[in-house]
């Protein structure tokens, strides 16, 4: 380690524990911290089981920037490279349609073997895995609905299919010895108001009650359910809005997911993770940064994201709450996506941490709001990036800016050759 980053890291230290902040008792909590990276950055949602669907459903990548994957062995290959940026040990993310097989399978009768490549890469770099069923992008799904579907043969073919992601996810978790959070995320939705809003929620709670019907052990998976305020092509009404899956939630002992884009536009999900979590057992994040709608932009360190760590360590949360990135921009290098938004995400965690959370909450019960307000503001210039620079060093990953010349030169050397 470079002197210079040790004494940083010693005089950053001095004044964090003047109040009375354990600055090693944060960073070891922070290295238990596992953020799931989603597949589906390192090449635009292609996946490999329909590579030549468009993608539909809301689904939308922007950007043509060479190098993304196009194979499996490609796909982990990019995954390790920009694991081996980020501090920590974490998760992967997988979606069903990046089976990794040559057998030409439906996605209703998908299997734990069609996956074994990932399993054995996870177990390697003792990695955990998280899983979601693909419901876009599909000849079924091409008008838009999926469990909600009138035609009660469509609605068994996604039934199927979800029933298999459970039985995949379950595998990973006892492959590899820690749950797979596996998140149920539906399209479902009209363009136009529709007239009937009722039967596709009835539609939609049925189905899923026989997804759920089979008890699987939370010690392998965990099921969670993701709401949606609108898409495209479901501007005027989605079928599983945040207030059925609160209700179902709640009444079917599951996590719910909220997603930092499937709001409005002016509204954030820090302000809920208390409200949900004093209810409910357990929470999925999908943290993205949307741009005036789900977009989907790569997690940058902005308000909301400090505002939702900050929510998850005042409130001592962590330990319920299983964090995952979703975003997917085409249009810069694929990798440094991963890195800049990981390391982003455990950054404010960090910066959350080292907030004197025991003095400002005791001002506040005092009714000191005075001061309480002055710490909060003048801890925002307390020098946490050389707590950071150091946890980085200690975890030999680069410090600061260093890994993007990693990421340029594996761009070089291999990304360039997928033009």
């Known amino acids: 380690m470079e002197p210079t980053i040790?004494?940083?890291?010693?005089?950053?230290k001095k004044l964090y524990e003047q109040h009375g902040v354990d600055v090693e008792a944060a960073l070891a909590r922070l290295k238990q911290i596992k953020i799931s990276l989603h597949c589906w950055q390192g090449d635009d949602v292609k996946g490999f089981l329909r590579k030549d669907t468009e993608l539909s459903g809301g689904i939308a990548v922007t950007g043509s920037y060479p190098g993304r994957a196009r194979t499996p062995d490609e796909l982990r290959r990019d995954?390790?490279?920009?694991?081996?940026?980020?501090?920590?040990?974490?998760?992967?993310?997988?979606?069903?349609?990046?089976?990794?097989?040559?057998?030409?399978?439906?996605?209703?009768?998908?299997?734990?073997?069609?996956?074994?490549?990932?399993?054995?890469?996870?177990?390697?770099r003792?990695?955990?895995l998280d899983f979601n069923p693909t419901c876009f992008s599909h000849d079924k799904a091409k008008d838009g609905f999926t469990l909600s579907h009138p035609d009660p043969e469509i609605r068994r073919f996604w039934i199927d299919h979800c029933k298999a992601s459970r039985k995949i996810a379950e595998s990973f978790g006892k492959a590899l010895g820690q749950?797979?959070?596996?998140?149920?995320?539906?399209p479902d939705g009209f363009?136009?108001?529709?007239?009937?809003?009722?039967?596709?929620?009835?539609?939609?709670?049925?189905?899923?009650?026989?997804?759920?019907?089979?008890?699987?052990s939370e010690e392998y998976n965990i099921d969670a359910v993701e709401s949606k305020l609108f898409g495209i092509g479901s501007e005027s009404y989605v079928v599983g809005s945040h207030e059925f899956y609160m209700g179902y939630a709640l009444t079917r002992g599951?996590?719910?997911?909220?997603d930092a884009g499937h709001f409005h536009p002016t509204e954030t999900i820090s302000n809920k993770l208390s409200s949900w979590l004093l209810f409910g057992d357990q929470l999925l994040l999908h943290v993205s940064r949307p741009v005036r709608w789900d977009s989907d932009h790569v997690v940058t360190m902005d308000d909301e994201l400090l505002d939702?760590?900050?929510?998850?360590?005042?409130?001592d949360l962590l330990d319920r709450t299983h964090i995952g990135l979703d975003f997917f921009d085409g249009s810069i290098n694929h990798i440094a996506a991963w890195v800049i938004g990981t390391r982003n995400t455990i950054k404010a965690l960090l910066r959350a941490m080292l907030e004197p959370i025991g003095k400002l909450k005791e001002l506040e019960l005092n009714g000191d709001y005075t001061s309480r307000l002055a710490l909060v503001e003048e801890f925002?210039?307390?020098?946490?990036?050389?707590?950071?620079?150091?946890?980085?060093?200690?975890q030999g990953v680069p410090v600061r800016e260093a890994w993007l010349a990693d990421v340029k030169q594996y761009e070089e050397n291999v990304l360039s050759a997928r033009r």
């Open 6 to 12: 040790q004494t940083s890291y010693n005089e950053a």
């Open 79 to 124: 995954l390790d490279r920009a694991l081996g940026l980020i501090p920590g040990k974490h998760k992967v993310n997988l979606h069903a349609i990046y089976a990794d097989t040559n057998e030409k399978v439906e996605l209703d009768a998908l299997e734990p073997r069609h996956f074994a490549g990932w399993v054995d890469w996870a177990k390697e």
């Open 126 to 128: 003792q990695l955990g």
């Open 179 to 186: 749950p797979c959070v596996t998140n149920f995320w539906f």
């Open 191 to 216: 363009k136009d108001t529709p007239v009937d809003r009722l039967s596709p929620r009835v539609r939609l709670k049925e189905a899923l009650d026989e997804v759920f019907a089979e008890e699987i």
């Open 254 to 258: 599951k996590a719910v997911c909220f």
């Open 308 to 315: 939702i760590a900050r929510e998850l360590v005042r409130g």
């Open 380 to 394: 925002k210039s307390y020098p946490f990036g050389a707590i950071w620079d150091y946890y980085c060093a200690t």
